[in-house]
């Protein structure tokens, strides 16, 4: 916690008052989601979960998080283009995952009949934690990166806003001063409307696609906001409605409702439960098309965590990336120990190693969406029961991070007030435009400080256990 705030965990009265004035405050900034008794509806909302308190972050650690996001952009961007490393890197892990091979078998197909999208969009997000040595410096280590609907760039944006007014209430107007203005929403829509205007329809939508069950729509109102103050029409569609509704012309332009649509973006779509046979046959309709896709097939399969840990082998970065070392150097800085589970050696050698000392390890499978990785004894016990079988080569194993806690309040509705230790998390996005082989934009465009009780090992804003923050740094 930052040296400032010990005097305010330490009086319960300036808390209770405090955290009456942020929920207020979250309410009409808009920091809001639906409730879980009513998903569907907007008549009953509540704050989205958020930090009393700021938290602290190595002002070097958060310079070094934003200095590298334009060459993950290019790094995700090269790999979507380069077959032959996804076919080697992802053919263990599609005869075992069959959510990952279904992707992929979209994506060959996609490439036999010859691409008909000419632009390119991805929205990335880079997420870190701080590793905290025996010595006690701390290092950036990154945990993933998303390149499939990577939230909360929406409702950050309002955040700050919050626990600016929080610290004033609290007499310090000072360090009030010293918060990072911060807006993902905006640069994801400069994206988007970069897209779309690259596409060359005045006419033609920007159609999200959404879940069934839209809890966090606020967070994706204020990126499609963004694009309606720039006269760019929106949609918001399911798979369902792409299967129903959903048709190519013969230049294979997409139609959705006889509109046509520019620019799909992704907030559904990354994980196993949410495809049917028919959400299959959508999403290669999708494939198929002329729209510009965020992101596309290729660029999901971009963000496993199979090529993440292949991206960690000495000298797959240079070969990916030849005449960039700088940004090569700047990358690998940022890695923790990452190790393959194929089978063979190398993978027996690993999986025996983390069975034996399973606190130092982190198993991952290839999803998103948060709530997926094992940590202790859970990680212990499925590696005994998987380490003689192919299945394994659908996890990746990494070093487990461990950062320094620090004591806040997370505020949660229907929830009672009190003090936790805590861990954080940093996100960075990334936004990148490329007109067939052209660059023509890539920037990083904002912030997501997630914060969780270190009593939860896994999981995100969306899944219930950490919630919003925002970096005060030091």
């Known amino acids: 916690m930052a040296a400032g705030w010990r005097d305010v965990v330490r009086d319960p009265a300036a808390v209770r008052d405090a955290a009456a004035v942020a929920v207020d405050a979250a309410l009409l900034a808009g920091v809001l989601m639906r409730t879980g008794e009513q998903p569907h509806s907007s008549d009953v909302v509540n704050y989205a979960p958020f930090t009393l308190l700021p938290s602290a972050v190595p002002r070097a650690l958060f310079e070094q998080a934003y200095a590298v996001q334009q060459d993950f952009n290019l790094l995700v961007d090269t790999i979507s283009q380069n077959k032959g490393f996804l076919e080697q890197t992802l053919a263990s892990t599609i005869k075992v995952d069959d959510f990952t091979a279904r992707l992929f078998r979209i994506y060959m197909q996609v490439l036999e009949e010859g691409l008909a999208q000419t632009v390119f969009l991805g929205i990335n997000r880079s997420d870190y934690m701080f590793d905290c040595g025996v010595d006690g410096t701390t290092a950036l280590k990154q945990i993933e990166i998303n390149t499939i609907a990577a939230s909360f760039g929406g409702l950050t944006s309002r955040t700050a806003d919050v626990h600016g007014l929080v610290l004033k209430v609290l007499g310090k107007t000072k360090e009030a001063s010293r918060l990072l203005p911060n807006n993902p929403a905006e640069g994801l829509a400069l994206g988007i409307a970069k897209a779309w205007e690259l596409y060359g329809s005045q006419s033609a939508v920007v159609m999200f696609l959404v879940e069934e069950i839209q809890r966090n729509i606020f967070d994706q109102r204020c990126v499609e906001n963004e694009l309606w103050k720039r006269n760019i029409q929106v949609i918001r569609r399911r798979f369902r409605d792409v299967f129903e509704k959903g048709s190519l012309d013969d230049s294979r332009r997409l139609y959705i409702d006889g509109q046509e649509v520019a620019v799909v973006y992704y907030r559904e779509g990354y994980v196993p439960q949410v495809y049917d046979q028919q959400n299959w046959e959508a999403r290669l309709l999708l494939e198929r098309s002329r729209a510009v896709k965020c992101p596309d097939i290729a660029t999901q399969l ?32 940022t890695f923790a120990g990452l190790y393959s589970l194929d089978e063979g050696e190398e993978g027996d050698k690993i999986a025996a190693k983390a069975i034996a000392d399973p606190e130092r390890f982190v198993l991952k499978p290839q999803r998103e969406g948060g709530g997926n990785n094992l940590y202790g004894e859970e990680l212990r016990q499925v590696l005994e029961k998987i380490k003689d079988s192919p299945e394994r080569t659908s996890y990746i194993l990494m070093d487990k991070i461990k950062p320094q806690p620090a004591l806040n309040y997370l505020l949660r509705a229907h929830s009672p007030l009190q003090v936790s230790e805590c861990i954080s998390e940093l996100g960075i996005f990334g936004v990148y435009v490329r007109q067939g082989q052209e660059l023509v934009l890539n920037e990083a465009v904002g912030h997501l400080l997630r914060t969780k009780a270190i009593e939860h090992a896994d999981g995100g804003v969306a899944a219930g256990v950490a919630v919003l923050d925002t970096p005060y740094l030091v």
């Open 302 to 333: 971009a963000g496993t965590k199979k090529v993440q840990q292949e991206l960690s082998r000495p000298g797959t970065l240079e070969k990916l990336l030849p005449g960039h070392p700088e940004a090569v150097a700047r990358m690998r800085a």
